[in-house]
């Protein structure tokens, strides 16, 4: 079975960093992308970029290139999101999910929620 | 940037009814790279439609994905408890992938 799991909820301070992760499941990790998707609390989905693991080529969409980075160590299957500095405006659910180059999102993390607060 | 507009915003329906949801492209977008995405509650999102009409792996043959240029349909042909979720359409036609604001499909 393809799955992707990632790491656990995260509390931060404003300011703190973070690193969070995504690990595969099931398929060859270094054939396909891997997304990340930001959803705000009640609000929708927002594309934060993808990154190949094979070769960790990346593409971010600019509202977020700069305040993220996305990185992958393909030896263990494992994509992460990291921030250097984060802000209260930062917390949200982040999710993964694998990714075929300009086609769908599937399957998809369980999602790992992150909560800056001072 | 393509913007992805979804109507309604929020469709009250009773099961065993059909659902029409609709999603409106600001630029044509090759169906090639249109899908659209379940999410219930507290749940990850699920591929349900790709290439705008492919159904995913395991998804029931009541959902259908239909559309070209700018204007993509989602139908459930009659609506189960379990289809009562938020819907997004999400397009990778161009380098800034985006997903529409979602449909909320909501028991009448």
């Known amino acids: 079975e393809v799955q992707l799991v990632q790491s656990g909820a995260q509390v931060k301070k404003p300011g703190e960093s973070l690193k969070i992760s995504c690990k595969g499941f099931g398929y060859t990790f270094t054939n396909y992308w891997i997304g990340w998707v930001r959803q705000m609390p009640g609000k929708g989905l927002e594309w934060m970029g993808i990154?190949?693991?094979?070769?960790?080529?990346?593409r971010y969409n600019p509202s977020f290139q700069g305040r993220v980075t996305m990185s992958a160590d393909k030896s263990i299957a494992t994509a992460y999101l990291h921030w250097n500095s984060l802000k209260s405006s930062d917390t949200a659910m982040y999710y993964c999910?694998?990714?075929?180059?300009?086609?769908?999102?599937?399957?998809w993390g369980q999602g790992t929620l992150v909560t800056v607060s001072s | 940037e393509t913007v992805l507009t979804q109507s309604p915003g929020v469709l009250s329906l009773s099961p065993g009814e059909r659902a029409t949801l609709s999603c409106r492209a600001s630029?044509?977008?090759?169906?090639?790279?249109l899908c659209w995405y379940q999410q219930k509650p507290g749940q990850a999102p699920r591929l349900l439609i790709s290439?705008?009409?492919g159904r995913a792996s395991g998804i029931p043959d009541r959902f259908s994905g239909s559309g070209s240029g700018t204007e993509f349909t989602l139908t459930i042909s009659r609506l189960e408890a379990e289809d009562f979720a938020v819907y997004y359409c999400?397009?990778?036609?161009?380098?800034?992938?985006?997903f529409g604001q979602g449909t909320k499909l909501e028991i009448k």
């Open positions: 999400q397009q990778s036609g161009s380098s800034l992938y985006t």
């Open positions: 290439g705008a009409s």
């Open positions: 990154i190949y693991p094979d070769d960790s080529d990346t």
């Open positions: 999910a694998r990714h075929r180059d300009r086609s769908w999102f599937d399957p």
């Open positions: 630029q044509s977008v090759n169906s090639g790279y």
